[in-house]
Nanobody, 122 residues
Framework: DVQLVESGGGSVQAGGSLRLSCTISGLSFGDYTMAWFRQAPGKEREGVSCITWRTDNIYVADSVKGRFTISKDTSKNTLYLQMNSLEPEDTAMYYC???????????????WGQGTQVTVSS
């Protein structure tokens, strides 16, 4: 079974930084797309950033462009999301996803993590 385990969420003040990690197991890695999505209370899930595992093609949502950076460590089967200059609007549950077929909107993926909460206070 494919398992995705996120960590690194927490509570920070506006302007602060967090780095999310997602360790992936049970997946035979091809050039799959991996991604971070988020969902705030009362809002639809949205794609934050995506990366292809072997070719490093990257998508970043306009709402986080210039502040969030997606990366990966293939030797550790781990996906990261570095989040800088956090804003209260970034408050959401953040989900790691593997084998993503759609990075935009609410997204589509074969595998999802359980989520990690990010709370940004003003």
């Amino acid at each position: 079974d494919v398992q995705l385990v996120e960590s690194g969420g927490g509570s920070v003040q506006a302007g602060g930084s967090l780095r999310l990690s997602c360790t992936i197991s049970g997946l035979s890695f091809g050039d799959y797309t991996m991604a971070w999505f988020r969902q705030a209370p009362g809002k639809e899930r949205e794609g934050v950033s995506c990366i292809t595992w072997r070719t490093d093609n990257i998508y970043v949502a306009d709402s986080v462009k210039g502040r969030f950076t997606i990366s990966k460590d293939t030797s550790k089967n781990t996906l990261y999301l570095q989040m800088n200059s956090l804003e209260p609007e970034d408050t959401a549950m953040y989900y790691c996803a593997a084998v993503v077929s759609d990075c935009t909107g609410s997204g589509r993926a074969n595998n999802w993590g359980q989520g990690t909460q990010v709370t940004v206070s003003s």
